[in-house]
């Protein structure tokens, strides 16, 4: 029996055809390598843009935020400011009263007045000295 080898060095006509096959195949790696940079820079472009934009609009949804509660902290002040004015206005009423009423009560009996000031003291006094 006898077999054939296959001739693996090609004829000579044969070779102009490989290399530029291989030259072929090589200018479309570099084309497809150059594709596929490109796209990548054009996609990173646009996720730089994007983020920029999120940015943007987060920092000024951030600023619109700030200002109303700016705004609504400046109300609610506001408007304690107008109650705390209210309940000193009525306390200083209240006490007005209190102290009419006293000076009233005073001059109507003042031997009981006298009294009862004598005793709140000494009270005052024992339960100071202990």
Request: glycine share 6%; no cysteine.
């Amino acid at each position: 029996m006898s077999t054939k080898v296959a001739n693996t060095e090609g004829t000579p006509e044969d070779t102009p055809s490989i290399q530029k096959a291989a030259n072929d195949l090589r200018a479309a790696a570099t084309h497809r390598a150059q594709e596929v940079a490109h796209t990548a820079e054009e996609r990173a472009r646009q996720l730089k843009e994007s983020a920029v934009e999120k940015t943007q609009q987060f920092r000024d949804a951030a600023g619109e935020r700030a200002q109303h509660l700016k705004e609504v902290a400046g109300e609610k002040a506001q408007h304690l400011k107008e109650v705390a004015g209210e309940q000193w206005e009525g306390t200083r009423v209240k006490a007005r009263e209190v102290h009419s009423d006293a000076e009233d009560y005073i001059r109507q009996h003042p031997t009981k007045a006298v009294l009862i000031a004598a005793g709140a003291g000494l009270l005052l006094g024992l339960i100071v000295r202990r």
